[in-house]
């Protein structure tokens, strides 16, 4: 069966640091695949989305690589702070079509 | 650009009533939105795709005669929740994608609906 799977234990790190999150897919041959960043009771918000013939894609402080080798994408915030803390989720297309396809996302805790 | 505005943001009611949610993409026409539902520390579920003129497709498991979905226009979607019970309690979560060929196109969310069934 198909599965997303990223980190379930939350990640704390100091601000500062660069925070690296996981993301890890079975049976999917995915095009492309996007990150959104959950806070809570709110919706998904997109941040990036990294075509399958992209090793790499940056946008200000995020980077996210693509290994559809390792079936992994990595997902980077560099110089982290406190407004980073929340939940992020790796989204792959379902086989059926548009619809989206979530991981179980990873919190992401970023203290002073 | 691409706002989706969800509403209500939270009910609380009877186990028995019936609840409509509405999803509106308030910048953009939308010709596919999309339901999702999400239980606490679990990831978002699909429930099922809108078109805008047509059936909305159900994913597996979810009843169709109980979640009522109908996508009137290109920028309105709505979601009936009938004859709620309290297993139906969760956060309800819709898209909306744009017009596009494209598959790789992001979607915008909504702000969720907080469903408590008492």
């Known amino acids: 069966s198909q599965k997303i799977e990223q980190n379930s234990e939350a990640l704390n790190i100091q601000e500062g640091k660069t925070a690296t999150l996981t993301c890890n897919y079975t049976?999917?041959?995915?095009?492309?695949l996007q990150w959104y960043r959950q806070d809570p009771g709110r919706g998904p918000v997109f941040l990036l989305l990294?075509?399958?013939?992209?090793k790499e894609k940056r946008k200000e402080r995020l980077k996210v690589t693509f290994d559809t080798t390792l079936k992994q994408s990595l997902f980077h915030i560099t110089a982290s702070q406190p407004a980073d803390s929340a939940t992020y989720l790796c989204?792959?297309?379902?086989?059926?079509?548009?619809?989206?396809?979530f991981g179980k996302g990873t919190s992401l805790l970023v203290t002073p | 650009g691409a706002v989706v505005s969800q509403h209500p943001s939270r009910v609380i009611c009877k186990s028995g009533t019936s609840v409509k949610i509405e999803c509106r993409s308030l910048?953009?026409?939308?010709?596919?939105m999309f339901w999702y539902r999400q239980f606490p520390k679990q990831s978002l579920m699909l429930m099922a795709t809108?078109?805008?003129?047509?059936?909305?497709?159900?994913e597996q498991g979810v009843e169709k005669d109980k979640f009522l979905i109908n996508h009137a226009s290109l920028t309105l979607s709505t979601l009936t929740v009938t004859s709620a019970h309290p297993e139906d309690s969760s956060f309800y979560i819709c898209?909306?994608?744009?017009?596009?060929?494209?598959?790789?196109?992001?979607?915008?969310f909504g702000d969720g609906t907080r469903l408590s069934i008492l």
């Open positions: 898209s909306a994608r744009s017009r596009g060929i494209y598959s790789n196109q992001p979607q915008h």
């Open positions: 049976n999917y041959s995915p095009a492309y």
């Open positions: 990294i075509r399958e013939n992209e």
């Open positions: 989204a792959l297309n379902s086989n059926s079509g548009y619809a989206l396809n």
């Open positions: 910048d953009f026409q939308a010709t596919t």
């Open positions: 809108s078109n805008e003129g047509s059936k909305a497709t159900y």
